[in-house]
């Protein structure tokens, strides 16, 4: 069975907890928070102002760049106020707070049940209608969607790869999105084949899903171009260059894209989005997201509307377990552990919660590096961790430029494989902050 061939772990996949689970409405909120960052770029500038009356799908914030997104409004209600905001992790941002009343739609929104299959649309009018909508990749990195769908010039996309695999432990949102929701997520496939003017599609599934696997085959062998690939159980699988490396057998040079190597690689959420902006003519205001741990009462997989506190969405969990010793928006591997949840909203980049028990959340005493390269082995992208680590610590960031820092993807293999538990990844980030700056500082001086 497939997989990609440099580093990757086994952690246990935990999904016992919520897998399965139906996805679940959580109800509308009474205020909301619709943070002006929810993606990779320049954060949306505000089209709204105080005391504004807004329906659901109404533009609230457009792109602020290129690299950008819209986001537009997941509730209907009052504008009250657009200001400073902090998030759970201590991040500063701007945020639109809207008292919500009632639910009305836009009119434009198609808010029937029916599956429409056929899309008459050329690819430029697909992507501008994917665009309009606010879509980015909801397997994590959530860049703009549309923006993959532009590759630079010289460069022509010749496979999309679907990302059905999931390797994060704990989470099943897309698990249950794809058995929820399979039909329209091979019309979106094919929406996306269009635009690329690709006639391939692989969707890229983790043989712990074999019920997802044996489903998403069936729809696919009743449309053209689409092939389903189960793919061997490793993390982080999932990653964009490692899936690609699983399904085609091509490796991303450093610093590149995807589509170096003819690929375009986007999550089933984000496709079943398209197929919701494409079709249905509705923006991205919602996501499926997964609330866990062994201690939950009411593990799931939940629809929320952004700007819901998550507060509201744990409480629809069955509250926080009076054990708990860390709430981790994400998963164990990639997420991060909340300073808090207070004023905190459901988001675009928000894939789930993991509630892990107090003794679940302490870490092992770090010792002293014993030189046996294990953390090198489990590199899915073939850097040296403990050497970015060093080089961070002494803050040597040519040193960190010249060692490709740039190419970690924050995975936490050489974390979760170190004997010794060094921290390894609290040590590479904020050199890799640092020497990301430096570029950006030094492309803009070229301009």
């Not at 002293?368 to 060093?390: D, F, H, T």
Request: hydrophobic share 40%.
């Amino acid at each position: 069975m497939k997989t990609f061939h440099i580093g990757g772990v086994h952690p246990h996949d935990n999904k016992e907890f919520s897998a399965h689970q139906p996805i679940t409405a959580c109800p509308l909120p009474k205020h909301a928070i619709i943070p002006l960052v929810q993606h990779i770029g320049a954060p949306a500038q505000a089209v709204v102002a105080v005391g504004a009356k807004v329906k659901v799908g109404e533009l609230l914030a457009k792109a602020g760049g290129f690299v950008s997104a819209n986001i537009c409004s997941p509730v209907s209600g009052t504008v009250t106020k657009i200001g400073d905001w902090t998030d759970a992790w201590g991040a500063p941002g701007q945020a639109i707070f809207i008292d919500v009343e009632g639910d009305e739609w836009i009119p434009e929104i198609d808010r029937t049940p029916e599956i429409i299959r056929q899309c008459t649309l050329e690819p430029k009018a697909i992507i501008d209608k994917i665009a309009a909508a606010g879509i980015v990749g909801l397997g994590g990195a959530c860049f703009p969607t549309h923006v993959k769908l532009l590759p630079p010039p010289g460069k022509k996309a010749e496979v999309l790869i679907v990302n059905g695999v999931e390797c994060e432990p704990y989470l099943t949102c897309d698990h249950q999105l794809m058995m929820e929701h399979g039909e329209e997520i091979i019309v979106g496939i094919q929406i996306l084949k269009k635009a690329l003017g690709v006639e391939r599609a692989i969707i890229g599934i983790e043989n712990n899903k074999k019920d997802a696997i044996e489903h998403m085959t069936k729809l696919a062998n009743a449309s053209l171009g689409i092939e389903v690939l189960p793919l061997a159980l490793k993390y982080p699988q999932g990653g964009e260059k490692q899936l690609i490396d699983a399904c085609i057998g091509r490796q991303v040079p450093s610093g590149a894209l995807p589509i170096e190597v003819g690929a375009v690689v986007d999550n089933v959420a984000t496709i079943y989005a398209v197929y919701e902006a494409v079709q249905k003519n509705k923006p991205l205001i919602s996501r499926v997201m997964t609330v866990t741990g062994k201690y939950v009462s009411k593990p799931g997989n939940y629809c929320v509307r952004f700007g819901t506190p998550i507060d509201e969405v744990i409480a629809l969990a069955g509250g926080v377990p009076v054990n708990t010793g860390k709430i981790i928006g994400g998963g164990p591997m990639m997420g991060r552990a909340m300073d808090h949840t207070e004023n905190m909203p459901a988001n675009k980049r928000l894939s789930g919660l993991l509630f892990l028990s107090q003794e679940e959340s302490v870490r092992p005493e770090e010792s002293n590096c014993i030189r046996c390269g294990k953390c090198v082995q489990a590199c899915p992208m073939g850097l040296e961790p403990y050497l970015l680590q060093r080089l961070s610590e002494l803050g040597m960031y040519d040193e960190l430029e010249k060692h490709d820092i740039m190419d970690c993807i924050d995975c936490g293999c050489c974390v979760f494989t170190c004997p010794a538990h060094r921290r390894l990844l609290d040590g590479i980030r904020p050199g890799k902050a640092k020497v990301g700056a430096i570029l950006r500082e030094r492309a803009a001086a070229k301009k």
